[in-house]
Each structure stands twice: as structure tokens, then as C-alpha cells.
């Protein structure tokens, strides 16, 4: 490949790319995200790509390996251009039928087509399908129909035209002020305004500065930053290149989780492509502007998704939050002044200088603009990624989108912003989706993550579990965080196990405000949140557990016994063969029991007594009934029982 | 080098602009408690006994005072209702390893620390750090580190470093707040032996 040399043979190599492409022909796309690779896609594309060479079709039909669509429920996913028909959860089996039928014989096969649950209907276009109608992704939308390990499909949807008209047309300060005017705020968790941050590092004093991306993602169940790095690495390349022109900086990381393996390598073929291209290292694109990035696997701490920890790991130390009062924008990585900004605020960028800051703000609320990628997971029919635009409902994503929850089970309350984000209850499901919006209902926007509970799910151990992972995850330097949530955990386990006493809220509480107001970072800050909120919107199930070692959700193990209806229960043995613990007392034509000794809780009785009988109850905060007498156990058929 | 006029406590002091909170509060003869400062040492901020409250700009905010550099007209508070909270709750949070540590006894009967509110928990350390940087920044050996993180975070003797440089050193030793007996247990057993020392 010859390196571009100015902004005009940018276009020339985009209209040549363009012209040589057919869009009439026919062309698969198969996402080929780590979701869909754990659900065979990889297989699935290797099939493809035998059978179009065995049929002889290698010239008449195009196979694109694309990043992710977000519909990770359904996935595998296939997408067959021009029609844009979309297929779902494919297996290999059905390679040779779509090749034939649909490639060939252009007929759609309904079995393959996605079925609206709510009114039974087939759907052929992505289009047309609630989970992508309802969504705004102008971020997220590229990665399903370009090839990441192929920068020619970025340049034709228009790649790099934003770097080259920032170093062509605009000024650094340009920049700065386009990027402030648009209010894009990070998305990575602390929603600080991006171009003030731009702006301290531009003004900073010192030669050398840095542009880095965080893609440390860490919270459990959210992998936005991981699909864009996987899906559409360029546009991350390009948004960062263009923060380092806007502040000065010659040199960016990209500091990546080493869990991460096709996103490092997605992101590493990138870099190498643009290089070639010269849309990165020296003199890009002819200007004399010269900026390079380097991958930096990170080594699997949480924390260092925190921006000083992340730094100091770069610097190859371990990676503990840095104490001091003053900011990594002015003094960073190696004391320099460093921006840090996450994938998805990077990504961001190009559309905000192609298209315009007032464009950008015509998305979003008051204080919370453009989109937003969720990643809407738990409890819920769609799971998958989303991208929205700021301020829509909480009920609209996980309904409309979402496809709500599954079992005809109730609603109980979703889980935002990652660890340290918090829980909100079914009257907080018209709140918009905004920074300050969920900050101020007692959560947070972090990086994206959405939990769906249910009915089914205890909220102290929702709360738990978080400061469990929290605790793992501290780098234990300060006492408020180390030691303050170790406590908290120690005291939620209790409470859980039936071993809360009075008080304990009162403990938690002052627990809490030690590591909010004096721990050393924002992880021990926000660390209580998990706590908070579900005590602000559920305490009456703490109270429950305390007080009358309850548990209302009927989950925590230690409180909650299983007993067999005897009025209901008719023999049928069922649960007496699942039982692992040979925990069911049975026998032909007798009512069966539970031995409480020898259960282990484990839920097989209950799952496997039949919907007719639900003979098994999971009981709480009461005590077990006594055995019922042999003699009352035998049921007597064709009639009457227990006779 | 300018000078910079700031309150503590209501009391005006004279601060060079390269000062800490901290130190210009000492340089007055007022005092805050620390556990892991060192005047010879590179501020550490990690036991957040040193809490203080600021106010500027009409906003109260808590901050420590061992990291935090001198502003013109800041006006601290090294006491108040919920500094004498949070460094209560500090202290029993550490008590709960090494309740029989004197500086800790001292600084709990100062404010009212109950050392019995968490179940014991001893290992005597309670991660200041003092021995670990001194032996980084002062004697420049780095023969003792932290090893693992969170509640699992540890110090450990580094055998091949230590062997040759700590039995004639042991200046890490009497800065230990806890108990000096725990840096020579955890000598002992890493020079000893190497193998299972952590």
C-alpha cells in the first residue's frame, strides 16, 4: 500500500474503493464479536466460506467477518446484502439451505427469521426488529457492516475524513471548541466534560503530553468498549489521533485488558493498517503533524480503570490510584499532561468534527448529549448492546428494546453503572438516562452496564455480591477502602446468612460515609453506592433479613427451607429422582416430604415439580411444618385422599 | 518562593507555597494525626487519619491534609464532628489487626475508638507502608514490598535482597506503628524460609 499524501488523495482512494465495490452484489456479513464467537460463529463462517467455493460462487458472492451487532441473544448473527435480510442464531447445518435458497434462490427461509415475540410475527429486516428500530446508533451502527481487520470498509463508510479535515481546515483551539460546544461528556464513568478536559491539557505547560484510551473495562456484564475496539477500531484510532492533534501530543496509549484477545488484536492489525496508510506516525496525510500509539495490555486489576491507577501501570508500576490533588490532564502519565478517555468518548469524536457540535446536541438532555451504548444484560429477553440517545427511559430500553423480562417474571429493579453504580426500583422506570439524572436517583451512569433483576432477586444480595467484588478488586492501599468495604462485606454476609443483628444498618451507613468522604479514590468512593441504593429503595427487605431472618425474595440460601404441599403433592416422583441429596422422602402412592437435614437448598424439587401439582414451596421467615403422619400419606387414587 | 497566608483552626499561618496542609499546620504547632507520614519520605496518603475540612469558595469539603498543598486564604478545620467520626471509625477499622499497638491505643482513647467494634483480625500490619518506602526512597535497597492486593495485600522481605542488606540495616524496623516484633517475624521467615514466604 503507497501512504496518502494529502487530504485529496484521501477522497481518491475512497472513490476508487467505492467505485470498485458492486453494491448490488450479494454479500453475507457474519458478526464475528467474542459473544457471537462463543456462540459459534467462527464455525458458522468457515462453513460459509467452504460452501460458496464448493457451489463456485467465490466471485459472485462477498463474506465479510464484521464486529458486533449487538444482539448478542440471538446470535449468531448473518446479515445478506443488498436485501439486508437478517438471520439469527445460525448453526452450521443451515449454511448449505441459506447459500441455496436464499443467495441463489433469493427465497427467504422463515425458520432462520427473527419471531416478534409480542405478536408472533416474522421479521425479515434489521430494520424493522424492535431491538434495532427503537435504537439511535450512531456510534455502535458501523460495526455491523464493516470487516475491523480491513481499513478500505472504514474509509468507505467515510473513515478518516474527520482527521483530515481537523489538519487541513481547523486549529488545534478549533478542535478544543468543537469538541466543548458539542458537551461530550466521558463515557467512561466520571462524565467529566471531554473538551475541557482537551482544553486543561492544550494549556498545560510542557512539550510532551499524551492522548490515552481506557479500554480497562472491568464491570462485570458490560463489554461496549470491547465490541467498538473489536467491531470498529479505526474510528477509535481516528477520535484519538484527533484529541492528540487538539491538545499537542505526538504519542498515545491504548491500555487494553489482556482478556480482551480479539479487541488487542483488532486494535493492533489497526494501528499497523494506518501506518501503512499514513493516517498514523510521521507526517500523517502530508501535514507534518506526526503521532503514534502503542497497545499496553493491562494485567487484570480492576482498579486500573481508574485513571490514575491506569497511568501509573503504564509507567510499569503497580497500578495504585496516585494520592494527589491535582489533575492527570496537567500532570499524568509520567508527570506530563496526559488526556485519558474511554472507547466509546474517543469514538465520539468523528462524528462530532464530520457532522457538528450542534448536531451532536441535537441528541440527548439538558446536560447529557448524544448517545449513549448500554449494555442491557440480566433478567432480560434482549440481551445485548444498545445504543440510545440520552434521555430515554429507563421502562423504554428495557421494554421496547429490551423486549422485557423473561418468565413472565415481575420487574424488581435494574442495576447501572457498573460495581459502584446502583440499584433502581420500578417507580424510578421513567427516569431519563442521563449523568445527572441517575447520579441524582442514587445511582450512576458509569460506563454503560444495566443489570436487570427480577422478582426473584434479593437486593442485600445484589448488594453483597458487588462489595464481594469490590473487595477483590480494591488495591488495598487505604483504610477506608480496604478495610471499610471488607467490613461491609463481612456485615452484608451476615445479614444474608440470617446472622444480622440490630444495628447493623447503622454500621453499614457509617462504613459507608467513611469510604465515600475519606477514601483515596474513586473506587473507594463509590464503592458503598451498591449498599446505598438498595437500602434507600429496598430497606424493608433489609429489615426483613434482620429482624425476622426473612428473605422476601425467597433467594438466600440460609434462610429459606423447601417443603412439599401435602394437600398438592401426588406422588409422582419426580422431584425424589432429581433430588441430588436424596433429600425427598417418597414412595409409591405417599405423599412426599422433605428431610430438612439432609437438604442442600439447591432448588432441583422445586424447578422439577410439575406446573399441574407446584406441590414444592420455598418458604422463609417461618418455621418448616411438622411432617405429616404415615398413616395421612397415602393418596388413594381415581377419587378421594389421604383416606 | 512566595509565602502563603492560611487559617487553621482560626489561627493564621505563614506557609511557603511548596508546603502541604500538613506540614504547615506542624510548622504552627498544630497538631493532626498520622499513621503512615514521614517527614523524610515522599507523602503517601494511604491511612487518611490526617482528614481534614477545608473551606474555600463558600464549600466545605473533607480532604487529607498530608497531600493537600497550601492555598492562599484556606481556611482548615483539623476537628470537627465528622473528622472526629471518620478517624474513630480508621482507627477501629485498624484496631481490629493490631489491638494492642501503642500509637493506636493512644490515638483511640483520644477519640473514643472502640478497639472491640470489629472481631480481631490480628497481623499486625496495617499496610502504612513506612518500611516499604523508607527502604525504596531513603536506603534506596527496595528489599521489602507489597506483594498481592486488597484484603490480601501483604509486606514481604524480597530473600535474595534482604539476605545480603537487612540484618545490618533494620532501620525499617522502629518505624513500624504497630509492632516492631512483626518486621522481624517477617524477616526471619522470608530469609528462612524462602520457598513458602509469599
Redesign the interface.
Known amino acids: 500500500m503507497e501512504r496518502i499524501n494529502s487530504a485529496n488523495e484521501l477522497e481518491a482512494l475512497r472513490k476508487s474503493i467505492l467505485s470498485s465495490r458492486d453494491t448490488n452484489k450479494p454479500c453475507i456479513t457474519i458478526c464475528s464479536g467474542s459473544a457471537c464467537h462463543a456462540s459459534g460463529s467462527k464455525e458458522v463462517a468457515a462453513r460459509i466460506e467452504e460452501e460458496i467455493a464448493e457451489q463456485g460462487l467465490s466471485d459472485k458472492v462477498d463474506v465479510r467477518k464484521t464486529g458486533c451487532h449487538g444482539f448478542c441473544e440471538k446470535g449468531p448473527i448473518i446479515v445478506i446484502h443488498p436485501e439486508k435480510i437478517c438471520y439469527f442464531q445460525i448453526k452450521p447445518e443451515d449454511v448449505t439451505e441459506i447459500i441455496s435458497e436464499t443467495i441463489i434462490g433469493k427465497k427467504i427461509i422463515e425458520r432462520l427469521l427473527y419471531t416478534d415475540p409480542a405478536t408472533n410475527e416474522k421479521i425479515i429486516y434489521e430494520s424493522e426488529i424492535p431491538f434495532y428500530k427503537n435504537q439511535e446508533r450512531l456510534v455502535f451502527g458501523s460495526n455491523g457492516s464493516i470487516d475491523p481487520k480491513n481499513l478500505d470498509d472504514y474509509l468507505a463508510i467515510g473513515g478518516y475524513a474527520a482527521l483530515a479535515k481537523v489538519l487541513f481546515q481547523m486549529t488545534p483551539d478549533q478542535v478544543v471548541e468543537e469538541v466543548k460546544q458539542s458537551n461530550l461528556r466521558g463515557r467512561g464513568g466520571g462524565g467529566f466534560p471531554a473538551g475541557s478536559k482537551w482544553e486543561g491539557s492544550r494549556n498545560a505547560p510542557g512539550d510532551i503530553k499524551y492522548v490515552i484510551v481506557n479500554a480497562d473495562e472491568g464491570d462485570p456484564g458490560a463489554y461496549m468498549d470491547r465490541s467498538l475496539l473489536e467491531g470498529n477500531p479505526h474510528s477509535v484510532l481516528e477520535g484519538l489521533t484527533i484529541g492528540a492533534y487538539a491538545v499537542g501530543s505526538h504519542e498515545g496509549y491504548i491500555y487494553v485488558r489482556q482478556e480482551y484477545p480479539l479487541a488487542v488484536e483488532n486494535v493492533t492489525i489497526a494501528i499497523k493498517q494506518a501506518e501503512e496508510y499514513g493516517l498514523l506516525g510521521k507526517n500523517i496525510l502530508g501535514s507534518g503533524f506526526d503521532f503514534t500509539v502503542k497497545v499496553h495490555m493491562g494485567a487484570g486489576?480492576f482498579?486500573c480503570g481508574e485513571s490514575t491507577a491506569l497511568m501509573t501501570a503504564l509507567e510499569g508500576r503497580?497500578g495504585e490510584p496516585r494520592?494527589?490533588?491535582i489533575r492527570s490532564n496537567v500532570k499524568g502519565l509520567w508527570n506530563r499532561p496526559s488526556v485519558l478517555n474511554n472507547v466509546e468518548t474517543w469514538s465520539n469524536v468523528p462524528l462530532i468534527i464530520n457532522k457538528g457540535a450542534d448536531w451532536f446536541t441535537s441528541f440527548g438532555t439538558e446536560s447529557s448529549k448524544g448517545t449513549k451504548i448500554f449494555s442491557v444484560v440480566g433478567k432480560i429477553n434482549n440481551t445485548g448492546l444498545v445504543e440510545v440517545p440520552m434521555g430515554m427511559t429507563l421502562r423504554d430500553i428495557i421494554y421496547n428494546i429490551g423486549g422485557g423480562i423473561p418468565g413472565g417474571k415481575k420487574f424488581k429493579a435494574v442495576q447501572t453503572g457498573g460495581p459502584s453504580g446502583g440499584c433502581l426500583p420500578e417507580g424510578l422506570l421513567d427516569l431519563q438516562v442521563g449523568f445527572d439524572e441517575l447520579t441524582k436517583a442514587g445511582s450512576m451512569m458509569g460506563s454503560g452496564g444495566m443489570i436487570v433483576l427480577d422478582e426473584d432477586t434479593c437486593m442485600v444480595d445484589v448488594a453483597r455480591y458487588f462489595l464481594e467484588f469490590l473487595?477483590?478488586?480494591?488495591?488495598?492501599?487505604?483504610?477506608?477502602c480496604?478495610?471499610?468495604i471488607?467490613?461491609m462485606l463481612?456485615t452484608l454476609t451476615n445479614i444474608t446468612q440470617g446472622r444480622g443483628k440490630e444495628g447493623d444498618i447503622e454500621l453499614l451507613e457509617?462504613?459507608a460515609?467513611?469510604a465515600q468522604?475519606?477514601?483515596?479514590c474513586a473506587l473507594g468512593k463509590s464503592a458503598p453506592n451498591p449498599f446505598l441504593s438498595t437500602l434507600k429503595y429496598f430497606r424493608d427487605e433489609y429489615e426483613a433479613h434482620i429482624k425476622e431472618k426473612r428473605c422476601p425474595a425467597l433467594s438466600c440460601k440460609e434462610l429459606i427451607a423447601f417443603y412439599i404441599d401435602p394437600e398438592k403433592c401426588r406422588a409422582c416422583s419426580i422431584c425424589a429422582r432429581k433430588c441430588p441429596s436424596n433429600a425427598i422422602i417418597g414412595g409409591k402412592n405417599l405423599i412426599h416430604m422433605v428431610d430438612q437435614e439432609k437438604c442442600t437448598k439447591c432448588g432441583t424439587c422445586f424447578e422439577v415439580c410439575p406446573p399441574r401439582f407446584r406441590a414444592v414451596k420455598k418458604i422463609s421467615g417461618e418455621p418448616v411444618p411438622d411432617p405429616i403422619p404415615e398413616e395421612a400419606r397415602i393418596i388413594v387414587r381415581g377419587g378421594k385422599k389421604n383416606e | 518562593m512566595s509565602d502563603i497566608v492560611l487559617q487553621i483552626d482560626g489561627i493564621e499561618v505563614t506557609a511557603n507555597e511548596k508546603m502541604t496542609v500538613l506540614e504547615a499546620a506542624q510548622k504552627a504547632g498544630i497538631s493532626i494525626p498520622t499513621l503512615c507520614h514521614h517527614e523524610k519520605l515522599e507523602?503517601?496518603?494511604?491511612?487518611?487519619?490526617c482528614?481534614v475540612e477545608l473551606e474555600s469558595r463558600g464549600r466545605s469539603r473533607?480532604?487529607?491534609s498530608c497531600?493537600?498543598?497550601v492555598e492562599k486564604g484556606l481556611v482548615v478545620k483539623t476537628r470537627s464532628e465528622?473528622v472526629d467520626?471518620?478517624r474513630k471509625?480508621?482507627l477501629e477499622?485498624?484496631l481490629?489487626?493490631a489491638p494492642d499497638a501503642f500509637d493506636l491505643q493512644d490515638l483511640a482513647r483520644e477519640y473514643g475508638a472502640d478497639k472491640y467494634r470489629?472481631?480481631k483480625e490480628p497481623s499486625f500490619c496495617?499496610?502504612c507502608?513506612l518500611c516499604v518506602r523508607y527502604c525504596a526512597e531513603v536506603k534506596k535497597k527496595e528489599a521489602i514490598g507489597?506483594v498481592?492486593?486488597?484484603?490480601?495485600?501483604e509486606i514481604s522481605f524480597i530473600p535474595e535482597i534482604a539476605s545480603k542488606e537487612c540484618w545490618s540495616c533494620k532501620e525499617c524496623f522502629p518505624l513500624c506503628p504497630t509492632e516492631a516484633l512483626q518486621a522481624a517475624y517477617v524477616l526471619a521467615k522470608a530469609i528462612a524460609f524462602p520457598a513458602t514466604a509469599e
Not at chain 1, 471 to 480: M, Y
Request: proline fraction near 6%; charge should be positive; glycine fraction near 8%.
Open positions: 486489576a482498579v503497580a494520592p494527589k490533588y473487595t477483590d478488586e480494591s488495591c488495598g492501599k487505604c483504610v477506608p480496604r478495610e471499610g471488607r467490613q463481612q457509617e462504613l460515609e467513611t468522604e475519606a477514601a483515596l | 507523602p503517601y496518603g494511604a491511612c487518611r487519619l482528614i473533607l480532604v487529607v497531600l493537600y498543598p465528622k467520626r471518620i471509625m480508621i477499622l485498624l481490629s489487626h470489629f472481631a496495617v499496610h507502608g507489597f498481592n492486593r486488597g484484603t490480601k495485600r
